[in-house]
């Protein structure tokens, strides 16, 4: 039975099998899970190809996850940093989208399980990058949310906005410091990006708002468990990211590794500090998709890839971006960054145009153009092929890559605009709490039954 049409290609469901034919020949069916970077940039590359690609995410947009921290300290709003999948591929003849939860990957059978039904596949582009790992305390999550998707930008945005709003209500002074209280937990750049971004908006977008409290007292605590920030990044500019952030007033503790979290308190060691709200921004887990290909995953659970990024064993199956563990030339791991995950979608791409002309599959080489961390306004770190910069030359070089970066003309634009607004006026135009507290209520006290309970990683 036919139960769609899109871009000209008809979805067949018989039975439990989800079939995807094209119209006229069935040239082979290239299966990507996942539409972030590593996915929708292998998808777009396969335009030309004589392929029928069958894109599967859970979700119905491309997030631009870089700069999902200014939607969690209210710069940007949702929409604009993310885009709907099937738009981005709408004028692809030969592409399909498909909303759903992959399950599992039967890589015998070659067939993606989807929550309903299965999908076959000549070739498995497996792209489901990964998200939080909370060192096997996973009940920390519920108190202590990490940054992967809208809804935990959305989260974090409620979080730190409550605990102001809070904070000018009670009369009780040490309930108030302690609601002005804010921790990051993590020194890489999203927890730097993070805490600068916190103290940002204490000292300058709220400074002027409440009549109780003095938003420029906040407390912002950045906890890292190494001796320094930044560990991807020379050690100088590590330096430079720690003065920024002292400037601007967060505390960075170092050694400070957090050994529990209870609602609205983070203990490290013999220490409880009380806090308003709490991020996680500490490790890294892989989707769980990995290990169902039955081969060797790394301790964070990413496939380990031959060199032309193919599971040992299959070589019809790539495994793309943050769920992949590859090495570069010199057998240093590659990092989980955008650029590698955009990079290792076209370079699949290519081998499979490879495959399909009889000739051999190339090993991926990782074109390294170097790193970058943002701190605040007119503050960023840079490693670009060994030249570094820092301050306000690297935060423009930083803004302008991302801009350029984004996927559709309308997100650069409102983006452009946004962040102008917010330079010259130093507000903050998404600082908006979309839930009442009496319906938070309701769903906190849900989560506190059942702590470790979580939700499904991205
Ligand atoms: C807060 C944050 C800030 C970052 N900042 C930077 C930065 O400044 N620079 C940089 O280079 N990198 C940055 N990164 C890292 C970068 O975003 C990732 O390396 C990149 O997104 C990896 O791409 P990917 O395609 O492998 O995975 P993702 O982009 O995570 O995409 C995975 C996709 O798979 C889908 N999916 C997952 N599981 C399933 C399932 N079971 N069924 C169906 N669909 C599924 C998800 O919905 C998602 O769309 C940041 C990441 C985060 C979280």
Redesign the pocket.
């Known amino acids: 039975m036919a139960t769609g049409e899109t871009n000209g290609v008809a979805k067949m469901e018989t039975g439990t099998m989800l079939e995807v034919v094209g119209k006229e020949a069935t040239p082979p069916h290239v299966v990507i ?9 292998a998808a777009k590359a396969l335009a030309d190809q004589p392929v029928r690609v069958t894109l ?4 119905n ?9 200014q939607v ?1 300290t209210a710069v940007l709003s949702p929409a604009d940093i993310a885009q709907p ?1 099937r738009a981005i591929l709408r004028d692809q003849p030969n592409a399909t989208v498909l909303l ?4 599992a990957i039967d890589a015998e059978r070659r067939e993606v399980v ?2 309903e039904g299965r999908l076959p596949f000549d070739y498995l582009l497996l ?6 790992a909370y060192f096997g305390h996973d009940e920390w999550e519920p108190f202590a949310p ?4 809208l809804e ?2 959305t989260e974090i945005r409620r979080r730190i906005l409550v605990a102001f709003e809070e904070a000018e209500r009670t009369t009780d002074p040490a309930r108030r410091a302690d609601l002005m209280t804010f921790v990051v937990v993590g020194g890489g ?2 927890g730097v ?2 805490a600068g971004a916190i103290a940002e908006i204490a000292r300058y977008a709220l400074a002027e708002d409440f009549q109780r409290i003095d938003p420029t007292k906040a407390r912002v605590i950045l906890l890292e468990a190494a001796d320094r920030l930044l560990l991807a990044f020379p050690a100088s500019l590590a330096q430079k990211a720690e003065r920024e952030l002292t400037r601007l007033g967060v505390e960075v503790r170092f050694q400070s590794a957090v050994t529990a979290i209870e609602p609205g308190v983070v203990h490290v060691g013999e220490e409880a500090i009380a806090a308003g709200a709490v991020m996680w ?1 500490a490790g ?1 887990r892989a ?3 990995g290990r169902t290909l039955g081969g060797e995953v790394d301790r964070a659970g990413r496939v380990i890839v031959a060199p032309d990024l193919s599971a040992p064993g299959h070589p019809e199956i790539f495994v ?5 563990s590859a090495k570069d030339a010199k057998g240093k791991p590659l ?8 990079q ?2 076209r370079a699949t791409a290519a081998n499979i145009q490879r495959r399909l002309a009889g000739q051999p599959t190339q090993p991926f080489h990782y074109q390294d153009r170097g ?4 701190i605040g306004r007119n503050s960023a770190v840079a490693d670009i092929k060994g030249l570094r910069l820092s301050g306000l030359l690297a935060w423009l070089a ?1 803004a302008m890559i ?1 801009v350029f970066a984004l996927i559709g003309f309308r997100n650069r634009l409102v983006v452009s605009i946004q962040w102008i607004y917010s330079y010259l006026t130093y507000q903050r135009g998404a600082r908006l709490i979309t839930e009442t507290a009496a319906k938070r209520a309701a769903v906190e006290a849900a989560a506190a039954a059942s702590p470790l309970s979580t939700r ?3």
Do not use: C
Request: proline share 7%; net charge negative.
């Open positions: 899970v996942g539409g972030g970077f590593a996915g929708l940039y599967v995410d859970r979700r947009h491309h997030l631009f996850q870089p700069l999902l921290y969690a999948i759903a939860e992959v399950e989807l929550d792209a489901a990058g990964a998200s939080h990490g940054l992967k998707s935990d930008a750049p999203t990006e993070m921004a890294v989707s769980p998709l793309l971006g943050d769920l992949a990092p989980g960054t955008a650029p590698v995950a955009i290792q979608g790193n970058m961390a943002t930083w991302h499904a990683g991205d």
